[in-house]
């Protein structure tokens, strides 16, 4: 097939990749993830909420099943799968999440602990009554902008008519590129206070205004620690709320005490309620505390109840602070009070939130009353027709005998025309030719019923006609002045704060930090063992004097050591890697005990240890180092305290292994062995002291293609046998000579 060049569209693929990011990038923003600063729902949450309204799921009504909802919302929609759809109107249901639940779910909705909801064919949902009367009302009052949905079918609501600050009431959370938000939720009265007092005046500052609005109010309860930074977070809508948990303590008999956990931080919420108690019965393993007994979760429907039993004369005080500092029952709530506000995301502090919901309920308020005058002005119409036709009906009775059609009789009573209209006198049709009704009059005239000719009726007509009167005045006012505009919403607001407002959960206040007063340890000698496989363990000195043979023969590393010690691992790439004893399991002899690729930074795929000792022992002399290519030295043992898990103990050239390391008194010698079986014996006292850092003089010459194999080093009186050539011999028989000579060939 031919390719006509005039059809190629020729351009920059890196401007055209570029465009379509930030495409992707601000549909993901605002047609997902953001909420909008108006109504403060993200588009899936407005889309269930329109479509169970569109369904008939009121609040009065029976509750349909939620897949019935998700299959719905989907097709009409919300195109991206049910799983979104059903997660949203989930949230939407938990009174732990939200602080002003909008779907009254039935069934399984999942739990505060984290619990998923059952499937969806198995709950059922409704509106929320706040849902309908404070979310969803007036929409049939062109209240909003109605757009396409996404395959141009149905209309759907660019935003909701809320008439409560749903932003700060309840919160939201949403990732979206390159952004995210997180906005706490709040107290419905006091927001609509805040709302208030912002509507009174204008220019109230955010430190007024938080006369109001005290801080986020979450619906698990729990405490606000740090009252002072939250001044800063409105202004800004950024920063960190510190939140701990509510603790209660409980006397028991003989003197005993129970520590029970009533609320829990908002951030807790889920799995990390069960991470809570693995991190307190952590504390407990690892020695933290030792008054803690027992921990159970009595947590229901009812609320919250997490139980620690305390042992006698236990310091509750202290135990709260380490409760605090070392697990998530005192953590941070990142704010980021990002919204979508004119169609772009902006990250706002509490008065430009407020500011947004204001301007939109005046919006929809004009819009509403704009719609209910233009009704009342047309039953205004239709009302003086009818009282005027009432006054004649004689008249329009003899019109309506005297013509042939219906479309003579209309043109009569709204033109005065009576060419085709035969009248019983001349008086009639002078009076006829005189009328003057509106097209509309003249439909509900020739429509009229007998029966609205009866008295009571025609009363009832005037009563109407009054009170319709009485709707366009008010209706006009509300219209024309802003201060009654400002009065009504206010009306309103003040309506759903008395159904709908709840008392505080959250106690703000600014409470001092959480400090940890860790006791001393008591000092104790303890013997460490490490087998061959790398597995260590301490036992009691006591257990080691009875099983001494047997300890012995089944470890490698046997010592004395104290329990405030640190055990150092040399490795033959040079790294020394530290161990507290504190960190290592204690038990019995026959324990297994633990790989100390799992207590540091030890990696036995890609090191091996070639000397394990204490800190102690170690850093009280010098230690000697030598090398597959001789390099020796020795190291002043002070060297290796250091904070850090990991050092390097030694440099190495490239392709150089360390042999050995030893800790060292003084009277001891060296041996190294070459590949070649060439031996040097030099005494330890003679190599010269270096840095860690440095690599170390050369210990003995050796041919070019060379390398030594062993290296020994040997105590005052010390020996041992090699074997060369099929023949053993004692190295401390050899003579003791000169560093960097060469060896003794056997």
């Given at each position: 097939m031919q390719v006509n060049e005039n059809n190629i569209i020729r351009t920059e693929y890196s401007e055209l990749m570029q465009k379509s990011y930030i495409d992707y990038a601000m549909s993901v923003i605002i047609a997902r993830a953001l909420p909008d600063v108006r109504d403060g729902l993200k588009p899936v949450q407005r889309r269930v909420l329109y479509d169970m309204s569109e369904l008939g799921v009121k609040y009065d009504k029976p509750h349909r099943k939620s897949a019935r909802i998700v299959g719905d919302t989907m097709g009409k929609y919300?195109?991206?799968?049910d799983s979104s759809i059903y997660e949203a109107l989930v949230v939407m249901a938990q009174d732990f999440k939200k602080g002003l639940p909008l779907i009254d779910g039935h069934g399984n909705f999942g739990s505060i602990e984290g619990d998923g909801a059952a499937a969806m064919r198995y709950t059922e949902a409704r509106l929320a009554k706040v849902t309908q009367e404070a979310y969803l009302a007036d929409l049939d009052k062109d209240v909003v902008d109605f757009g396409p949905n996404f395959d141009e079918t149905e209309k759907e609501p660019l935003v909701l008519p809320v008439k409560v600050p749903n932003l700060l009431i309840?919160?939201?959370?949403?990732?979206?590129?390159?952004?995210?938000?997180?906005?706490?939720?709040h107290n419905l009265s006091e927001v609509i206070d805040g709302v208030i007092a912002y509507m009174k005046n204008p220019d109230i500052t955010t430190e007024e205004l938080m006369q109001y609005i005290q801080g986020p109010d979450f619906p698990t309860g729990g405490l606000i620690a740090n009252k002072d930074e939250l001044l800063n977070i409105y202004e800004t809508g950024m920063g960190k709320?510190?939140?701990?948990?509510k603790v209660e303590y409980e006397k028991l008999k003989g003197g005993k005490e129970r520590l029970v956990i009533t609320e829990i931080p908002y951030t807790m919420i889920g799995a990390n309620i069960g991470k809570f108690l693995l991190d307190v019965a952590a504390l407990v393993e690892t020695k933290k505390t030792s008054d803690i007994v027992d921990i159970t979760n009595q947590s229901s429907k009812e609320g919250i109840r997490i139980v620690l039993d305390l042992k006698k004369g236990a310091n509750v005080e202290a135990l709260e602070n380490l409760l605090y500092k070392k697990t998530k029952l005192e953590d941070t709530f990142g704010v980021n009070m990002l919204a979508v506000a004119d169609g772009r995301p902006e990250t706002m502090g509490l008065i430009?939130?407020?500011?947004?919901?204001v301007n939109f309920q005046y919006e929809i308020a004009t819009r509403k009353y704009k719609t209910l005058l233009a009704k009342e002005l047309d039953k205004k119409e239709i009302q003086e027709g009818l009282i005027e036709a009432c006054n004649v009906i004689d008249l329009i009775i003899e019109i309506?005998?005297?013509?042939?059609?219906r479309k003579d009789a209309e043109k009569c009573l709204t033109t005065g025309d009576t060419s085709n209209i035969k009248f019983k006198s001349k008086t009639s049709e002078k009076m006829a030719k005189q009328l003057r009704f509106t097209e509309r009059q003249a439909n509900a005239i020739l429509e009229m019923r007998l029966y609205k000719l009866i008295g009571l009726e025609i009363e009832a007509l005037m009563k109407d006609h009054n009170e319709t009167l009485e709707k366009i005045a008010l209706y006009e006012d509300l219209l024309s002045h802003r201060s009654s505009m400002a009065k009504m919403i206010m009306k309103e607001l003040t309506a759903f704060k008395k159904e709908y407002g709840r008392a505080r959960r959250t106690v703000v206040d600014n409470l001092a930090e959480a400090v940890v007063v860790e006791k001393p340890i008591e000092e104790k000698d303890v013997v460490f063992l490490m087998d061959r496989f790398g597995y260590a363990k301490t036992i009691d000195v006591s257990i080691y004097e009875r099983n001494k043979e047997t300890a012995e023969a089944e470890n490698k590393y046997v010592f004395i050591c104290k329990n405030t010690d640190k055990i150092c691992v040399f490795t033959n790439t040079g790294q020394l890697h530290l161990i507290k004893v504190l960190d290592l399991p204690a038990g019995r002899l026959k324990d297994k005990g633990t790989p100390i690729d799992n207590l540091s930074n030890y990696d036995s795929k890609t090191e091996s240890y070639i000397y394990v000792d204490s800190l102690a022992n170690v850093s009280a002399g010098k230690v000697v180092f030598g090398t597959k290519q001789?390099?020796?030295?020795?190291?002043?043992?002070?060297?290796?305290?250091?904070?850090?898990?990991?050092?390097?103990?030694?440099?190495?050239?490239?392709g150089d292994e360390v042999l050995v390391v030893r800790a060292i008194k003084g009277n001891e010698t060296m041996v190294m062995r070459s590949g070649k079986e060439c031996f040097l014996r030099?005494?330890?006292?003679?190599?010269?002291?270096?840095?860690?850092?440095a690599v170390g003089v050369r210990g003995m010459k050796m041919d070019k293609n060379d390398e030594l194999k062993n290296i020994y080093v040997l105590g005052d009186g010390e020996n041992?046998?090699?074997?060369?050539?099929?023949?053993?011999?004692?190295?401390?028989?050899?003579?003791i000579g000169n560093r960097d000579t060469k060896g003794v060939k056997k």
């Open positions: 919300h195109p991206h799968g309840n919160g939201a959370e949403g990732i979206a590129v390159g952004m995210a938000t997180s906005i706490p939720p709320i510190k939140v701990r948990g430009p939130i407020i500011r947004h919901h309506l005998r005297g013509c042939t059609n001789s390099m020796i030295k020795l190291v002043e043992g002070a060297e290796f305290v250091v904070a850090k898990k990991t050092t390097a103990a030694t440099k190495l050239a490239d030099i005494e330890c006292a003679a190599i010269p002291e270096k840095k860690k850092s041992e046998m090699v074997e060369v050539k099929g023949k053993e011999f004692a190295l401390n028989r050899l003579h």
